[in-house]
């Protein structure tokens, strides 16, 4: 089994910057993509920022330019660097992760337990 496990999330002031991690641990033999997803209050979750185990990454259009996505592959984390925080970033922050736990196993996709980030004066 894999578990992930985000921290990070905050009450901050519009303006302000915030850094999210998560690591995975557990039975890993490799991960593929990571990234971050967030659900507001009544809305769908949505992708925030990817990365592929080769440095790709991959935004939302409404985070370009003031979100940062980047992973450490030998600690199995990824982070995300949130600057310039708006009032509409508020949201529950979930990791994600595609995990091969083993040679004779596919890809399987795991989450986290999600982080709040809120941004409010």
């Known amino acids: 089994q894999v578990q992930l496990v985000e921290s990070g999330g905050a009450l901050v002031q519009p303006g302000g910057s915030l850094r999210l991690s998560c690591a995975a641990s557990g039975r890993i033999l490799s991960i593929n993509t990571m990234g971050w997803y967030r659900q507001a209050p009544g809305e769908e979750r949505e992708l925030v920022a990817a990365i592929t185990s080769t440095g790709s990454t991959n935004y939302a259009d409404s985070v370009k330019g003031r979100f940062t996505i980047s992973r450490e592959n030998a600690k199995n984390t990824v982070y995300l660097q949130m600057n310039s925080l708006k009032p509409e970033d508020t949201a529950v922050y979930y990791c994600?992760?595609?995990?091969?736990?083993?040679?004779?196993?596919?890809?399987?996709?795991?989450w986290g337990q999600g982080t709040q980030v809120t941004v409010s004066s």
């Open positions: 994600n992760a595609q995990v091969r736990e083993a040679y004779w196993t596919g890809w399987k996709e795991y």
